[in-house]
Structure formats: structure tokens, C-alpha cells
């Protein structure tokens, strides 16, 4: 019941491209969300996150999509660049600040020049 | 914004020895501390939760005599890799809870080599 499932495993996109990553959750308990981007040798950094009380967030390039109802949130990279390459993590978290982040399996995305 | 800084970025140790990795938040005080082990091409596993003044709490699997964990102020926490073995060498990062937010931040990672 703590799994989050992110899939897909890896996606390779053009320069430009709209690149999906997509997670799913099992406990309704959780009530944060939150997306990081690691690059080799790095320590994970935060994205964009969100609460499951919004539907849809927008930071920059970055959106999350939340449907509350499916359990489900993806990450949307508008007009992605090469420098976006990277490894991108899903996580989701109880209240409380003693709570641990629960993280997906993660994508390694490639955007190509 | 909230930093933790993450001390060494990589070390190189015989088999036997013991290394230490320190955590500092540098403009906040983390009452807790999570320590996660990372291999090549997975995603992050929780080790350990540090508690300043308090006992570590260990997930199920590791060995809380060879994964050392102290968090004696609200600015630092360690952990003390003891005896370590080649089967030891991960990539190890900490992270802290941002005061007054829902957010976590990271330090930078260790990258332990035993050989």
C-alpha cells in the first residue's frame, strides 16, 4: 500500500517534445506529491509538487496532472531541451514531518538535439 | 532556500575500515534526518530516520550495527558506514524535511567505493 509505480522505465523525445511520465499510488492517505529530477552523480533536487486537493500545477516547463479519483499523476515537459536529461522520480508522502518520501522506480528520459 | 550540505562527494575506502558521511542544513534546523542508498540505475531506498536526540529508526534489512547513524544537533547528522565491504558501495544521500512546508531537500550524495 506505500508503492508508488512510475512508469515508463525510459522515453527518448526529440528536442521540442512533450515527454509523460506517469505515477500511480495506492494509499489514499497520502497528501503530497512531489517530483525530482536527478542528473548521475547528484543528489535528487525538487521540481514541482503538489497537494491533492489541485488538479493541475504549473512551474516554468513543468506540469503536474493530478486525478485524485484514479489515484494517478503524471509530469508534463513542455518544450523540452537536451539539458533536461535526466533521471525524474515521482514521490509521495503522509502528513507529518517525521514522514518519509515514498519514491517511484523513476524514468531516465533522453531528449535528443 | 533550504540547503543540506553533504560531506564527502565521493571517498574511496580499503575493505575493514569505517567512513564516516556528515549531513549539515545550513539555514534551518532538521529535527529529522532521512538517509537513502541508491544503486546504479534504481531509485532511491530508505535506509534509516534520524531523529535529533534520539535513536535512528532502521527500515527492515539494514544492519543497524554497520549503519551508524548519530543526529546530535538540529544541524548535523552522520553515518558511519563500520567494517565496510565491497557489497557496501552505494551511492548514499541524506535529506531533511523543510520546516513549515510540505517540501524535502537533498544533499548532494556520497559516492562510496570499497575495494
Known amino acids: 500500500q506505500q508503492q508508488v509505480k512510475q512508469s515508463p522505465q525510459s522515453l527518448i523525445v526529440q528536442k521540442g517534445g512533450i515527454p509523460i511520465i506517469n505515477c500511480a499510488y495506492e494509499?489514499?492517505?497520502?497528501?503530497?506529491f512531489p517530483w525530482y529530477q536527478q542528473f548521475p552523480g547528484k543528489g535528487p533536487a525538487l521540481l514541482i509538487a503538489?497537494?491533492?486537493?489541485?488538479s493541475e500545477k504549473k512551474e516554468g516547463r513543468f506540469t503536474i496532472s493530478f486525478n485524485k479519483s484514479a489515484k494517478q499523476f503524471s509530469l508534463h515537459i513542455m518544450d523540452s531541451q537536451p539539458g533536461d536529461s535526466a533521471t525524474y522520480f515521482c514521490?509521495?508522502?503522509?502528513?507529518?514531518?517525521?514522514?518519509?518520501?515514498?519514491f517511484g522506480s523513476g524514468t531516465q528520459l533522453t531528449v535528443l538535439p | 532556500g533550504a540547503v543540506v550540505s553533504q560531506h564527502p562527494s565521493w571517498v574511496i575506502c580499503k575493505s575493514g575500515t569505517s567512513v564516516k558521511i556528515e549531513c549539515r542544513s545550513l539555514d534551518f534546523q532538521a529535527t529529522t534526518m532521512f538517509w537513502y542508498r541508491q544503486f546504479p540505475k534504481q531509485s532511491l531506498m530508505l535506509m534509516a530516520t534520524?531523529?535529533?536526540?534520539?535513536?535512528?529508526?532502521?527500515e527492515q534489512g539494514v544492519e543497524k550495527d554497520k549503519f551508524l547513524i548519530n543526529h546530535a544537533s538540529l544541524t548535523l547528522s552522520t553515518l558511519t558506514v563500520t567494517s565496510a565491504h565491497p557489497e557496501d558501495s552505494s551511492f548514499y544521500i541524506c535529506?531533511?524535511?523543510?520546516?513549515?512546508?510540505?517540501?524535502?531537500?537533498f544533499g548532494s550524495g556520497t559516492r562510496l567505493t570499497v575495494v
Open positions: 534520524s531523529n535529533e536526540g534520539s535513536k535512528a529508526t532502521y
Open positions: 503538489i497537494r491533492p486537493d489541485v
Open positions: 494509499n489514499t492517505a497520502f497528501d503530497y
Open positions: 535529506s531533511a524535511r523543510v520546516q513549515g512546508g510540505y517540501g524535502y531537500t
Open positions: 514521490a509521495a508522502s503522509l502528513s507529518g514531518s517525521a514522514r518519509q518520501l515514498t
